[in-house]
């Protein structure tokens, strides 16, 4: 079955960095989309970050443009969120997913807040 585990998520003061990790099993995703989003509280989840399967098409949310870099590492079934230059309100939980056909599946997700 297909298992997606987010990691790295944590408190960290304005200005600061964090690595998310986003883990798969089940089935090599080689060939699939994956994608970081993110949802704060009483607001709709957003689109962070998507990279197809061979890194070769890249999209970041405006508001992260600069700031955020995703990649992956498809030997390792792995997809990564470099988050530099945080702000509080990049306080979210955030998720990770990949797209098979039409399905998508999420992750649990992990909490990133920032500090003033």
């Known amino acids: 079955q297909v298992q997606l585990v987010e990691s790295g998520g944590g408190l960290v003061q304005a200005g600061g960095s964090l690595r998310l990790s986003c883990a798969a099993s089940?089935?090599?995703?080689?060939?699939?989309?994956m994608g970081w989003f993110r949802q704060a509280p009483g607001k709709a989840r957003e689109l962070v970050a998507h990279?197809?399967?061979?890194?070769?098409?890249?999209n970041y949310a405006d508001s992260v443009k600069g700031r955020f870099t995703i990649s992956r590492d498809n030997a390792k079934n792995t997809v990564y969120l470099q988050m530099n230059s945080l702000k509080p309100e990049d306080t979210a939980l955030y998720y990770c997913n990949v797209e098979i056909g039409g399905r998508v599946y999420w992750g649990q997700g992990t909490q990133v807040t920032v500090s003033s």
């Open positions: 089940g089935r090599t995703f080689s060939n699939y989309a």
């Open positions: 990279v197809n399967c061979c890194g070769g098409s890249i």
